[in-house]
Structure formats: C-alpha cells, structure tokens
C-alpha cells in the first residue's frame, strides 16, 4: 500500500475578515499518496489556493485537520522537503534589489539551518537548478528587472533548489511562455519520476489530462476527487455543473482545453 | 579638528561614536527600507525621546544619576516590541501599529518633558545631535550596540534576507518567529545608538537615506548593503566635521550631506536613461 503525505479531512474555511462570510471551503476530504501528482482544478475563487494555503501552514485550520507525513500540519517539522510556488509569485518584495542567484539560494535557508551559511555544495546546487530552468545566463540580474515569466521560472528554481519531496505549486505557470511551459512540465514529470510527490493548482485542463496521476475539481465542496482516467470520463455537462457555467473542450494537439 | 579629535575626549567619543553609527544604522536600515517599514525608525526614535525624558526625570526625582540613554534603550526596545504585537493584532493593517506607537512616543515625551525638569537644557541635543554629547559610557554602549548588530546580521544573514524578500515563503518554510521580534529589537537598539550623533528627529534619515542612494546604484543586496554603509560613513564624516567648523548640530548637516548623495546618485541615474534613450534613437 503507498505511503499517504497528504490527508485532508473534513476541511472547511471561511475568511472571517471579510464582509459576507460565505464559506471558501466546505467539508474537503482528500488524499494524495506518495510520488502522486495531484491536479486540483475549479473556477476562480473556487477555494483552491485557500486549500494551499492551509496545507501550507500559511492559514490557519479552523474546521478539520490536515495531516502531512501522518503528523498534524502544525506538528509537521520537515517544511524543507516541501517546495512552494505561489500564484503569480506575487508575494515578494517588487523592486527589491537582489540578483536571480541571492534569491534561487534563499530557498536553501531552512534546509541549511540557523547560524550556518552557504557552502560550495549549495552554490553547485543553485547551478544546477538554473540550468534545469535555462536561467544561467540571468543568475546576476538583478530580479526586478526581469519579466514576469522570467521572474516565475526564478521561483520554480527556488522550490526546487532542496530536491524537495514534494512540490506544492498554486498555478506555477502564470506568464510563461509556451516553450518554457514544455519545458517546465518535462521537469516535473522527470521529477515524478523520482517518486516526488506533486500538488498542482492549475486551470489548464490539458496539463491535467496530459500529466497528472490524479484530479480533483473545487468549487467550494470536493465535486471529483480520483483518478485522471475517471475524471476523462465525466461529460462535458458535469464538468459544466461543477464550475457553475458552461464548459466546452476545445481540443488541439493532443491537448483539450477548458474554456467558457 | 584633527588636533581636536587628539587632544579632546569629547570630540574623540562623538567622532567615533559617529563612525560606528555611519556602519550600523545603513546596515539595519537596508532590511528596513527593503521591508517598507521606514517608518519604524520615525516611530521609534519619538518613543526613545519618551525614554530619555523618563531617565531625566527619575533622576530628579530620586537624587541619582541614571544615564538616561539606558531607559532611552529600554523605551525603545518596548515600543517596538508593541509594534510586533500591534502588527499581529492588525494584520490587515499592519501598518497601523507604526502610527500608534509613534503618538504614544510622542505623547509619553510631551508629558515626562513637562514633568522632567532640566532636560529642557539638553533637549535641542537630543532633538538635532550634537558633537559634544557623546559620553565614555555613551561610547561605550553605541560601541556594544554595534558588536550585537553585526553578530546579528553576520549570523542571521540568510534567514534576514528571506523574510525581507518574501515574508510568505519564510512563513512556509517556518522562519523561527523570533527573529522578527529580535530584529525589531535590533532596530531599537540601533535607534537608541544614533539617536546621540544625529538626534531624535533624524535619526530615521540616518538609516533610510544612504540605503535609498544605494538602491540607485546596486543591483544585490549585499552590494546594496555595503554600499549603503560606504554612504553613511561619508555623511557622518563630512556631517561631522562641517558640524565642528560651524558649530552646529550635526543631526542636520549629516543628514543634508546624505540628501546630496542622494541627489547626486538620482540624477545619475537620470543622466545614464537619457544617454540609453539617445543611444537608442541614434541607433
């Protein structure tokens, strides 16, 4: 039997800071195992990045618990196996005056520890990653001055500078262009490949019938949640039910497309 | 000068005093710039005031001699340990907490300065700096203020950086929620250093001007950090000495020297977008 890393159960959230308290999330139950690669899928404000973010630590559980590695998230301590790529990247400081390497090795910090610095080990593994990336020759830009698919493919660098074991990414692609979306798809499936489990917010239906091992679709409730051949099978009305409005597949390649 | 620096103490504690405050106050004031959190410094350094009224005034009231840039410090370090806490409390609006303690600061000064006899003497010195303020013992505690700054940022380096960059991913990664809280320690303590070279009012200039001057020129954050620290040291040098030679306080001619570099690495920059921009069309 495959080892569980995560165990969603019965999750519910709603943002209190904001005016109507409509629930985000409504009695969640999910399970990713080991060396999966989940695809959660939903229209936007569906609740997906609210569920990163309490996976993540970053929100804190109010109705629920979530367990990683069998431990509750609050006890959870190896937060430096896990890479995190937030949505858009928007989070970091704009203008801030660091080159793409200051920031790629960043990501290192809580595998390294208190009170030690960066090593020869660390800086070969930030080239490593550069090049996985095919951002070598921006290691000394300086971040700001990047565009908004460079800057993104500099945070994928970041997660995945520790060889993380799992991989949390709440729309990684955002901005990039489509050979380095290729590109970065081809990472991640070499790193499912080494057994890395992935959790991967998406809107791009056709990354998630190309890639994922498993599908589950959000809109407030938990509407699907199995596996990706399953989830091919549903029809284009359920699909439509679950995002609230209608929903056509637009196929090209080998690819099919999700658009209202 | 140089005679004077030689054959007065004075002038020797305020000049390297003045020194050691040129390193520590850009090197601190990069990861407040950075953070958006400039106005802690302002905030600060008007609750420091509050402490220094305090010290004046316990002094007078139990016949003892308290030096009054120790409860100057302890003020400080409180006030920005209620700007963490308030920040929390807000937390949509963290930029709240910086308003609150700043009025508190201001408040608490005005009261233990009317309560405070005899500090009216030295309040221009507190307010502006001055060259001859500078104490052994005031020596002393700048120049172990500056021995925890460094170690702290030495030592910390990787996990400052992560939380001024992106305070998000350091939540993920679990950065230890004490470093925040000393680093605002830090900050005061920094504050509480200046605040005799440059004085209250501009002690926030101290630390913000020479790091905005370097963002101008630096594309990293350790250049920016170095350079920031080569900038404040020529404002509190050539700020000092025009001070000496003019006889007045040194908070205002340090600072308008930072506010020329200022000027200067501005309009650099302006004149090497033009040059590009001609470049371009002649191209």
């Known amino acids: 039997m495959s080892e569980t890393i995560f165990e969603v159960r019965d999750l519910s959230y709603v943002y209190t800071d904001r005016p109507e308290k409509t629930p985000a999330l409504k009695d969640i139950n999910l399970k990713i195992n080991k060396g999966d690669f989940l695809a959660i899928v939903g229209p936007n404000g569906s609740g997906k990045t609210t569920l990163v973010k309490l996976i993540l630590g970053l929100l804190s559980i109010q109705t629920g618990e979530i367990l990683i590695n069998g431990k509750r998230s609050r006890k959870f301590n190896n937060w430096d196996e896990v890479g995190y790529v937030s949505q858009k990247s928007n989070s970091f400081q704009k203008g801030f005056p660091a080159t793409v390497s200051e920031v790629v090795l960043s990501g290192l910090t809580k595998k390294k520890g208190l009170f030690k610095s960066f090593n020869k080990q660390d800086l070969a593994a930030r080239d490593r990653v550069l090049e996985l990336l095919d951002i070598k020759d921006l290691a000394d830009k300086n971040i700001s001055a990047l565009s908004g698919g460079q800057t993104q493919r500099v945070f994928i660098a970041r997660a995945l500078v520790t060889k993380p074991s799992i991989l949390v990414l709440d729309e990684p692609t955002v901005g990039i262009d489509a050979r380095h979306v290729r590109e970065f798809y081809d990472v991640l499936s070499r790193l499912k490949n080494e057994e890395v489990t992935i959790l991967l917010v998406t809107h791009d239906i056709g990354v998630v019938v190309d890639k994922a091992d498993s599908v589950a679709c959000i809109n407030e409730h938990l509407h699907f949640h199995g596996s990706n051949h399953d989830f091919q099978q549903l029809d284009e009305a359920e699909i439509s039910k679950i995002y609230g409005f209608p929903i056509q597949f637009v196929s090209h390649d080998h690819d099919r497309e999700c658009c209202s | ?283």
């Open chain 2, 1 to 283: 000068m140089i005679e004077a620096f030689l054959t007065f103490d004075f002038i020797r504690y305020s000049v390297l005093s003045g020194l050691i405050v040129g390193i520590i106050a850009p090197l601190i004031g990069a990861f407040i710039v950075i953070r958006r959190l400039s106005l802690i410094a302002d905030a600060l350094s008007h609750v420091t005031l509050g402490g220094i009224a305090f010290g004046v005034w316990l002094s007078s009231i139990f016949a003892v001699t308290i030096n009054p840039l120790v409860t100057g410090i302890v003020f400080s370090v409180i006030g920005a340990l209620g700007i963490e806490r308030l920040r929390t409390v807000y937390s949509n609006y963290k930029e709240l907490a910086i308003p609150i303690i700043m009025s508190a600061g201001i408040a608490m000064g005005i009261v233990l300065l009317s309560m405070a006899d005899g500090i009216n003497n030295n309040l221009f010195a507190y307010l502006f700096g001055s060259i001859s303020a500078v104490g052994k013992t005031d020596f002393y505690l700048i120049a172990i203020i500056a021995v925890i700054v460094c170690l702290f940022i030495f030592i910390l380096y990787k996990e400052l950086f992560l939380l001024s960059f992106d305070e998000e991913y350091a939540n993920v990664m679990k950065a230890p929620k004490w470093i925040q809280i000393a680093f605002i320690i830090v900050v005061a303590l920094v504050i509480s250093a200046s605040m005799r070279i440059v004085g209250i009012l501009l002690v926030s200039a101290l630390m913000t001007l020479p790091v905005a001057s370097a963002m101008r020129v630096t594309s990293s954050f350790k250049q920016l950090m170095f350079v920031s620290v080569i900038f404040g040291e020529i404002a509190v040098i050539l700020g000092l000495v025009a001070s000496y030679y003019l006889s007045i306080s040194p908070g205002g001619t340090i600072v308008l020297v930072s506010l020329l570099i200022l000027l200067a690495t501005v309009l650099k920059k302006s004149n090497h977008k033009q040059r590009g921009e001609l470049d371009d069309q002649s191209v």
